[in-house]
């Protein structure tokens, strides 16, 4: 039972685009979310998190949107740099539990230059 | 550490035999989670540590899955009589639990396990 969904399995874009990567849950109860960035042959790496009680965080390049009413978030990437090629995860989870993360299954970004 | 420290980074075996993978947290880190990725999949949950205690093993796919932290520090996942469908990523993480419950996961390179 897939309860964090990416259904987009790879995106690419042109270098200086947007990269829009997008995610969906269906559990009402996560309150805290996570974007992990993968390269070949090493770990995920944090990228940038949200708590339900915003709708919105940025750190440089990098944005996400929270939408709870629809179960939605989405992570934008301005401008997109062939370094950002890599995998996406989407992570949530339920503050106060501090046990489980519930992943997607990612999105493959590709960066052309 | 620096990071987070796995070994051995690639593990082949054949099927039946036992394997241990270790994880080496980050200093100071008081929680430990041992998580699955199979191909295409993401990170999937198997146990988590708070301390010397599994808080939650909820994740651990049958009593074939073993791990192990006694000093709360590192930690050994141990897997018995490996089957074919073991094999797979297998990613420790660690994180200091903030104060709101919210946890930033820190991964290592992963384990690659592989039974033939």
């Known amino acids: 039972d897939q309860q964090v969904k990416q259904n987009s399995p790879s995106l690419s874009v042109q270098e200086g685009r947007i990269s829009i990567l997008n995610c969906d849950y269906t559990?009402?109860?996560?309150?805290?979310f996570l974007w992990y960035k993968k390269y070949p042959a090493e770990g995920p790496t944090f990228l940038i998190s949200i708590s339900s009680i915003k709708d919105k965080n940025e750190d440089g390049r990098f944005t996400v949107f929270l939408n709870k009413s629809a179960k939605h978030l989405s992570l934008h990437i301005v401008p997109s740099q062939p370094g950002d090629s890599a995998v996406y995860f989407c992570?949530?989870?339920?503050?106060?539990?501090?046990?489980?993360?519930?992943f997607g299954t990612g999105t493959s970004l590709t960066v052309i230059p | 550490g620096a990071g987070v420290s796995q070994t051995p980074s690639n593990k082949v075996t054949e099927k039946g035999k036992y394997v241990e993978l270790r994880c080496d947290p980050i200093?100071?880190?008081?929680?430990l989670y041992w998580y699955r990725q199979s191909l295409g999949q993401g990170p999937e949950f198997l146990i988590y540590?708070?301390?010397?205690?599994?808080?939650?093993d909820s994740g651990l796919p049958n009593d074939r899955f073993f791990a192990v932290r006694p000093e709360g520090s590192v930690s050994t996942l141990k897997i018995q009589r490996t089957e074919r469908g073991d094999s797979a990523m297998y990613l420790c993480?660690?994180?200091?639990?903030?104060?709101?419950?919210?946890?930033?996961?820190?991964f290592g390179a992963g384990s690659r396990l592989t039974v033939l």
């Open positions: 540590f708070q301390g010397t205690g599994a808080a939650d």
């Open positions: 993480a660690s994180s200091l639990t903030h104060s709101s419950g919210a946890n930033v996961l820190t």
């Open positions: 200093s100071g880190h008081t929680a």
């Open positions: 559990n009402s109860m996560f309150d805290y």
């Open positions: 992570a949530a989870s339920i503050p106060g539990t501090g046990n489980q993360f519930y």
